[in-house]
């Protein structure tokens, strides 16, 4: 063996870079922003809907589309921008979802219909839906190895701090102007945050290195080595890989190459992400329903479950800490499950106000325990040419999932079985997810990301 080939390769060298705020920290705190963004645009959508349907005088068919074109977008958006990111770069791309989701949600605050205004939802939401696989992409391949886990886990802390600015933002205005529309022009914000990427965030280096773009991936590999201060030591760049190019017949090969490499990881993925997070919108969707079914005030009805959504947010830290020390694969296990059985026993205890209350925190503290690490878990099970294909690909399944939970809870399960089987029935499809993967896929906790 060669003495060269002997050498570690770029992309283990920026693996193991220590930790600086000022160098890794600021991609964390950029990409958190666009995380932040996303929340807020998604959560738009429950005030958005109450007000249009009041100006527009719209029945409760029409106004569901204001909250489904958004769905239907993002969840286009997800498999298409994970794929595109894996072939553009990640800079590119995570410019591009921003742009595209800020601008078009403030077009919408123009329309002058409801089918205009569903038109640019659905283009804002391709936009939204590309955000959260590229963002993951571009932080994870800028985060060292050993703190990997941790920062990845703590994206998700931008998601409830978006959704209650939302919340505080449009009841301020709302109060204020008394015009729905102000509420979509705020979300020019996104679009001002392009210009700090474009000159604070370099490509990610793990791209580069995996294109073959040599002279690109040694500029920042040395550069990131110079500003963490990081041991200065000779490092090889690994044999480049042919180049895909971005046509249709590309975004497809990138699916195709995600069960070519591992099925049984790619039925893992999509499972958990299908399971996990139905169960999350379901409650999400129709708890205020539920509530208001059972006899709770609207007022009350709402705080509750902004309670529920808000106390995430200790949950995500409570996933943080114990992400590198339990692993990703042990945390799924129980809490994926746990928060399915704590959601029935609130349906069987939902004529307690106070009792349903707890229980009803409790969910919202171990689904947010549960959902960052599904995030960071699904970003790492991929090489380099896939992570994004393979995070978008299965964030696309959990969208198509949630654009059905209106029809699976209020026209089927629900009426049907009640609300504690339905419950238990959505409980049953993460119990099969959860013991797929600990069977089928591998543990990433403190392993190198591969290219």
């Known amino acids: 063996m060669s003495t060269s080939t002997k050498l570690p390769t770029g992309d283990q060298v920026v693996q193991e870079l220590p930790w600086r705020w000022r160098v890794q920290g600021k991609i964390f705190l950029i990409g958190g922003l666009g995380f932040m963004f996303d929340a807020w645009d998604v959560t738009l959508n429950g005030y958005l809907i109450p007000l249009l349907s009041e100006e527009w005088n719209l029945t409760p068919g029409q106004a569901a589309w204001v909250g489904t074109s958004n769905l239907i977008g993002m969840a286009v958006g997800a498999f298409a921008w994970g794929s595109i990111a894996d072939i553009i770069g990640r800079k590119k791309a995570f410019t591009a979802t921003l742009l595209i989701f800020s601008l078009f949600t403030v077009f919408g605050a123009f329309s002058g219909d409801l089918v205009w205004f569903c038109i640019f939802r659905f283009i804002a939401g391709f936009g939204l839906g590309g955000c959260i696989p590229v963002d993951y992409a571009l932080v994870g391949e800028f985060t060292p190895r ?12 931008w998601w409830p701090i978006g959704a209650a600015l939302c919340g505080v933002v449009s009841a301020i205005l709302i109060a204020a102007f008394g015009d729905w529309r102000y509420l979509m022009l705020v979300m020019v914000l996104p679009a001002l945050l392009v210009f700090w990427v474009r000159r604070s965030v370099p490509e990610s280096p793990l791209y580069l290195v995996q294109r073959g773009r040599t002279n690109e991936a040694k500029a920042v590999i040395d550069h990131l080595i110079e500003r963490t201060a990081g041991t200065v030591r000779r490092w090889r760049l690994p044999s480049s890989a042919e180049t895909p190019r971005l046509t249709l017949g590309g975004l497809t090969g990138q699916f195709a190459a995600l069960w070519r490499y591992s099925w049984r990881i790619t039925l893992a993925a999509w499972g958990l992400f299908l399971s996990i997070l139905l169960v999350y919108y379901g409650a ?36 943080a800490l114990l992400v590198e020390r339990v692993g990703r694969k042990w945390i799924l296990a129980v809490s994926g499950p746990a928060s399915a059985v704590v959601l029935v026993v609130f349906a069987l205890s ?18 947010q325990v549960a959902i960052p690490v599904l995030y960071t878990y699904v970003s790492e099970l991929y090489p380099t040419e896939l992570r994004g294909s393979g995070f978008g690909w299965a964030s ?6 949630a654009g059905l939970v209106p029809l699976i809870f209020g026209s089927l399960l629900w009426p049907l079985l009640g609300l504690p089987l339905t419950f238990a029935a959505t409980g049953a499809l993460v119990l099969i997810a959860v013991l797929w993967m600990a ?8 392993v190198a990301l591969k290219v």
């Open 396 to 401: 696309t399944i959990s969208r198509v999932g």
């Open 439 to 446: 069977f089928n896929a591998p543990e990433t906790r403190g």
């Open 284 to 319: 999400l969707t129709w708890m205020p329903q539920i509530l208001i079914a059972a006899g709770y005030r609207q007022s009350v009805a709402f705080l509750t479950t902004a309670g529920m959504t808000g106390i995430g947010f200790l949950g995500v830290v409570a996933a």
């Open 350 to 367: 939902v004529d307690a106000p106070a009792a349903a209350t707890a229980w009803l925190l409790i969910f919202g503290f171990t689904i």
């Open 146 to 157: 050993k703190h990997r886990g941790r920062v990845l886990t703590a994206m998700d802390a």
